[in-house]
């Protein structure tokens, strides 16, 4: 899992990178010193780079989550009111590996490993300090986080079919337990408009989800950065 992650990351860095350069190339003869263009009245496509340390979660009775750092991705929309305010919705999902303790009724412990996968529809607002091409912001969102523990939930199924390749075949499924919860977020960065098309983000976040179940509310720190094409 781990492997993959780094090897989808590399992929999509360098995919970014390689639009970016081309973005950076097609814009160099419109580029503005003071600002590019200004970003009232445009519409930004983003594309977020996502990066969760290690963290703990409690849970009650004792019980917590310790889970794994890892990379997380996702694409959104936001359209620029003025070169101070915009909106914006977010799409946004992670793998991360855990290792989750369990208190017994006789008070001892146990433990498992397994892999928690997260997704985030989020809609929100960003406040721009600076006019110009270098501008420090804040921002605010609330979502809906979907969350899978990736732990068998109930009786699986089997299905079976025939083949033109392989003959009769038979898979089966087991649904594991997930849950939906409200989730908000807060966040502090610096936009870098490089020209009238590319731009760069790099933010620091904190997210909250109300975990049926948990102690307080849960939350995650997450480093980000977005490639920002402006349309």
């Not at 639009?19 to 814009?27: E, K």
């Amino acid at each position: 899992m781990r492997q993959m992650l780094r090897v989808s990351a590399s992929c999509f860095i360098v995919t970014v990178l390689c639009v970016a350069f081309l973005a950076t190339v097609a814009g160099a003869q419109s580029y503005v010193t003071s600002t590019p263009g200004g970003r009232a009245g445009t519409w930004d496509f983003f594309l977020p780079l996502t990066y969760f340390p290690s963290q703990s979660w409690d849970g009650q009775g004792g019980s917590g989550l310790n889970t794994d750092a890892t990379f997380g991705f996702g694409f959104g929309f936001g359209y620029n009111l003025s070169d101070h305010f915009a909106l914006n919705g977010l799409f946004s999902w992670s793998a991360r590996n855990y290792n989750a303790t369990v208190v017994n009724s006789d008070g001892t412990n146990r433990k498992y490993g397994n892999t928690l996968y997260t997704s985030t529809f989020s809609i929100g607002g960003v406040f721009y300090i600076l006019p110009g091409n270098i501008s420090p912001f804040v921002a605010a969102g609330v979502g809906i986080t979907y969350l899978d523990s990736n732990i068998p939930n109930g009786g699986g199924s089997t299905s079976c079919w025939w083949d033109p390749w392989y003959g009769y075949v038979c898979t089966g499924t087991n649904p594991t337990k997930t849950q939906s919860d409200v989730s908000y977020n807060l966040g502090l960065g610096v936009r870098f408009d490089l020209n009238r098309q590319f731009a760069i983000s790099p933010a620091y976040y904190r997210n909250w989800v109300e975990v049926q179940h948990a102690a307080g509310t849960p939350y995650a720190d997450v480093w980000r950065l977005d490639f920002i094409f402006r349309m």
